[in-house]
């Protein structure tokens, strides 16, 4: 069982099971959600580092939910908003790992020290990028859940 099965936002579905399509068109979100894709959510452990300028340090952080545009990260560190993130795919692979890369929107602290990093894809995943993250071993509910 997959622990990251429903989106925060079932409108956004499209109402076909397994298939991630966009949310409602602006007009009809007055009041709701805005984002353009569904938000699965995750706790998936990932690396981050600057992809560009700054050190060659990795991060570690939990990928907290997941779109095809974008994701949300739970850190020790805070990035400023604008900094571009090379953040490690968590899947299963034996040579390195691919990554993508984001853009901070927002940084928030958190009441427990850490900081909630709101971070957009420069390229959208595809939807079997998308099922291969949630799938992942990592995110799957123990047996006896």
Sequence with gaps: MIAATSP????AAGGKSGCLGPAPSAPSLVGRERRAWARYPTQLETFCRQAIGGPEMCWSGIIQNISRGGIRLQMH???????????????????????????????????????????????????????????APANQLPADA
């Design 8 to 11: 925060y936002t079932s409108a």
């Design 77 to 135: 560190r805070r990035f400023e908003p604008g900094a571009l993130l090379k953040v490690d795919v968590p899947v299963p692979i034996e040579q390195p790992g691919p990554y993508f890369i984001s853009r901070v929107i927002y940084a928030t602290l958190q009441p427990d020290s850490t900081w909630a990093l709101g971070c957009a894809f420069t390229e959208e995943l595809d939807e079997t990028s998308m099922w291969t993250i949630l799938k």
